[in-house]
């Protein structure tokens, strides 16, 4: 029997790097993805993709080191075959509609997609989140949070999620009738791995080890920090927090003007104190910005390029290459074929 399984890309709305410290964040899936189609059965994890070169070809029994994996995409593949550890194997293809490098979880969409083929617990969103960020550690040692698996796993159509990345609770806010997401590319490719994205959590980790958990630290304690750079990495992280729960009360309440407002704080605190903006980004998001019809806009995801996520009042033209549009999508799916 054939199965196609599904995996959403997300935009996150606010609250970028907190997740990994166990902070707030508000992401929604977005209607681009990752489906596998395949066959169950064997045992090898067998992939071909439609934008990658070369094959996955990953034995169910014994899986290499992920890291040392050829071609580099099927890293991702063998690492989540190490988490879920399949009694079955599956030979297939991978199709993705979501542009790599952009901000937009594509790894973890891969990631959640093989996972949800392989048949990992969909009624447990956060276990099979958890193995997927695991994964992508093992595969190309990023140490990233756990927003995108869950996203990916736990979305619900027309909801943005909540997540409290402590607790992993997750609360399901209703995205208002009368706006719409557009995710535009700057144009600047982003690579994750090799960026100072790990370098920006152990500036965190430092903050927190002078004025302890930054998920429960105040700005006013991040205000406390002599070093002027844990300073602003420590302000970004209380701030950010802050802004998540203000966003989330503001999209329940239809307060769109406000909630661009909120944007703009979170694009300016990227910029200013976790500094992972680009001058690229921040012309884009000061264009998109005058556009009428526009609430706001902001980087999204890890910055350092990819893309910006603007909210808008629906059918707004944006110039610009507009990579998605719409309201929260969806998230992983399975289905018999
Ligand atoms: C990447 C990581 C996430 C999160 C964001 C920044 O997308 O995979 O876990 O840290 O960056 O918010």
């Known amino acids: 029997m054939g199965l196609r399984a599904w995996a959403p890309g997300r935009v996150n709305l606010i609250g970028d790097h907190t997740d990994y410290m166990g902070g707030l964040v508000l992401p929604m899936a977005i209607g681009l993805g990752t489906e596998i ?14 934008r990658f070169d070369g094959g996955a070809e990953i034995p169910i029994a014994g899986v290499p080191d992920p890291s ?9 593949v063998a690492a989540v075959v190490a988490e879920v ?10 199709h993705s509609t979501l542009p790599p490098g952009s901000g937009l979880a594509s790894s973890a969409a891969l990631e959640v997609a093989v996972a949800t083929a392989l048949g990992a617990d969909r009624v447990n969103p956060v276990a099979a989140a958890q193995a997927c960020q695991r994964a992508e550690e093992r595969a190309v040692g990023v140490p990233c949070g756990i927003m995108d698996q869950l996203v990916s796993l736990a979305a619900v ?7 409290d990345c402590d607790t992993l609770a997750i609360e399901h806010v209703p995205f208002p009738e009368d706006a719409e997401v557009v995710v535009v590319h700057s144009g600047q490719h982003r690579e994750l791995t090799g960026s ?7 500036e965190c980790e430092a ?12 700005p006013a304690d991040a205000e406390r920090i002599d070093d002027p750079l844990l300073r602003r990495r420590a302000r970004h992280v209380t701030t950010e927090n802050e802004r998540v729960d203000a966003l989330a009360s503001a999209l329940a309440g239809g307060q769109l003007t ?28 000061s264009t998109v910005r005058g556009v009428p019809g526009v609430y706001g806009a902001r980087v999204t995801g890890a910055g350092f390029g990819g893309c910006v996520v603007v909210l808008c ?13 719409g309201r929260p999508a969806p998230g992983a799916n399975l289905a018999t074929t």
């Open 196 to 202: 100072a994205y790990a370098q920006r959590r152990a």
């Open 207 to 218: 903050a927190e080890r002078l004025i302890g958990r930054l998920r429960d630290a105040t």
């Open 157 to 163: 159509e027309g909801m943005v999620l909540r997540i």
């Open 37 to 50: 189609t395949g066959d169950r059965g064997g045992n090898w994890v067998m992939l071909g993709s439609d």
């Open 258 to 285: 406000y909630a661009g407002e909120l944007l703009a704080a979170s694009h300016a605190s990227m910029r200013d104190d976790f500094e992972v903006s680009t001058p690229v980004l921040d012309e884009l998001v």
């Open 313 to 325: 009042r629906p059918k707004t033209r944006i110039h610009g290459p507009v990579v998605w549009r």
């Open 85 to 94: 550890r399949p009694s079955d194997g599956l030979v297939g293809m991978v």
């Open 68 to 76: 040392a994996v050829e071609p580099p995409w099927a890293r991702y």
